[in-house]
């Protein structure tokens, strides 16, 4: 299963921490996602969504 939104496709940022001294540490970032069901053409369909489409009603729950 991709961690990524089914609408706008919006998935983790990477990148690193690097402290003074320079330490460098992987770091990620992930989308607010959560799992609905969501009405798609008409037929009930279970899509991860970010918080952000969910809040802007963008699909229809079902
Ligand atoms: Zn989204």
Same mark, same amino acid.
């Given at each position: 299963? +991709?961690?990524?939104? +089914?609408? %706008?496709?919006?998935? &983790?940022?990477?990148? #690193? /921490?690097?402290?003074? +001294?320079?330490?460098?540490?992987?770091?990620?970032?992930?989308?607010?996602?959560?799992?609905?069901? #969501?009405? /798609?053409? &008409?037929?009930?369909?279970? /899509?991860?969504? %970010?918080?952000? %489409?969910?809040?802007? &009603?963008? /699909?229809?729950? +079902?």
């Amino acid at each position: 299963m +991709a961690r990524e939104c +089914a609408l %706008c496709g919006k998935k &983790g940022q990477y990148g #690193a /921490i690097v402290s003074h +001294a320079h330490n460098v540490t992987k770091r990620k970032r992930q989308p607010n996602l959560h799992r609905v069901w #969501a009405k /798609i053409k &008409g037929r009930k369909k279970r /899509i991860l969504l %970010c918080t952000k %489409c969910l809040r802007s &009603g963008k /699909i229809e729950k +079902a």
